[in-house]
């Protein structure tokens, strides 16, 4: 962050720019159940089965998601996820898809393993990643799970999706070469037991590859009052964290839960990522653009279950908070900035565990 009592970037400077919008002839994305080799897809495209089953076969306690406040939520699993999973969820999070990929530049990954076999994305959402994985990668096996059937049907054959609950045990012992994990903020009540888990599903030598954005919004020239909006979501959020036990504000100790956990050669990697088109410079104006649109969409999705469900908050109230947080990234005077954690680590090739080499 730079330092205080810089003068503000002027609206009229930043250089006009259009904020990029999604592709409205992409393919509508249909429910599905899990991975089922039989099924096959004939408009998919791709050479072989989609392999995955319709949603109308799915048990109805998965399919009956819960209705709060005209959105739609999961209905299954052992925790209650924030975000919704109806179809304005699902277009942020594909959209998001597309900032993060430009932060690393074309890369779906970090972790030094290239290319990889066998593939876990737990929290995999719509199958974004997943799915461009599985493109990327023809000869690997990519596995997505979730606790929302929300995947499209039109999927390389070498990619398929399953209804799993991460912080239950998943007993996929030492079958991954890597685990991939984005955006689970909120929705872990441990880490260390999450990466544990991880580190069971991983094969000796496998990498685990995560990233998170931290929630605590700065500015590139002045330090935010306690009355600021950016500063007020942070503290209302740091309580929901500890009245929850589902912290968002964690990027900033996923390294050191991954360490407890047992990993090694771990790579902390900070990225500060502006929120805006306020910068000059190309590249950042672009990425600024993207992380703008990704967080103005999804502000009232991060926040309303949360705020209603822990703080106990009115609709009139989180409405305000949204609006006001939205006014500020849509300002380019505010300068607006955060860190991205990509945070990855390894596997041991030797494991040692109750005294036994594994
Ligand atoms: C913010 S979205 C991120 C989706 C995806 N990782 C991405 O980056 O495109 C978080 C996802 O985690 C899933 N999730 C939350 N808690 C979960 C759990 N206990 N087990 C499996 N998935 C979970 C949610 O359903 C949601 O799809």
Redesign the pocket.
């Known amino acids: 962050m730079a330092e205080t009592g810089a003068p503000l970037v002027a609206a009229d400077e930043a250089p006009a720019y259009s904020a990029p919008t999604l592709d409205p002839t992409a393919p509508v994305a249909a429910p599905l159940e899990f991975y089922n080799a039989e099924a096959e897809d004939a408009d998919s495209g791709y050479p072989g089965p989609t392999r995955v089953r319709r949603a109308s076969t799915l048990p109805s306690s998965i399919l009956n998601y819960r209705k709060e406040n005209g959105r739609t939520y999961?209905s299954y699993?052992?925790?209650e996820?924030w975000?919704p999973?109806d179809e304005a969820a699902k277009d942020q999070?594909d959209l998001?898809?597309h900032f993060?990929t430009l932060l690393l530049e074309g890369q779906f990954y970090l972790a030094p393993i290239k290319p990889p076999k066998k593939v876990l994305?737990?929290?995999?959402?719509?199958g974004?990643?997943a799915i461009a994985m599985g493109d990327e990668f023809p000869e690997a096996t990519i596995t997505g799970?979730?606790?929302?059937p929300i995947q499209p049907s039109w999927v390389p054959p070498n990619c398929h999706f399953e209804i799993?609950?991460?912080?239950k045990e998943y007993g996929r012992e030492n079958s991954y070469d890597l685990v991939h994990?984005?955006?689970?903020l909120g929705?872990i009540p441990n880490w260390v037991d999450f990466f544990k888990k991880a580190y069971a599903a991983l094969e000796p030598g496998g990498w685990i590859d995560c990233t998170e954005p931290a929630i605590k919004l700065g500015s590139t020239h002045y330090a935010f009052p306690a009355s600021h909006p950016w500063a007020m979501w942070y503290s209302i959020f740091t309580a929901i964290d500890a009245k929850s036990g589902l912290a968002f504000d964690i990027a900033p100790s996923l390294k050191s839960a991954m360490q407890e956990a047992g990993f090694v050669n771990i790579i902390e990697k900070k990225t500060n990522v502006p929120i805006g088109k306020w910068p000059k410079d190309k590249r950042q104006k672009e990425l600024g653009a993207w992380n703008q649109l990704r967080i103005d969409t999804g502000l009232r999705d991060f926040a309303e279950r949360r705020l209603k469900t822990v703080m106990e908050w009115e609709n009139d109230e989180i409405l305000v908070l949204v609006a006001k947080c939205r006014a500020s990234v849509q300002d380019p005077r505010e300068g607006l900035c955060h860190d991205i954690y990509h945070v990855y680590g390894q596997k041991p090739e030797r494991c040692v565990e109750a005294g036994q080499l594994k």
């Open positions: 999961h699993g052992s925790t996820h975000g999973n999070q998001s898809h993060w994305d737990l929290g995999t959402g719509t974004i990643w799970t979730d606790l929302s799993d609950d991460f912080n994990t984005r955006e689970l929705t």
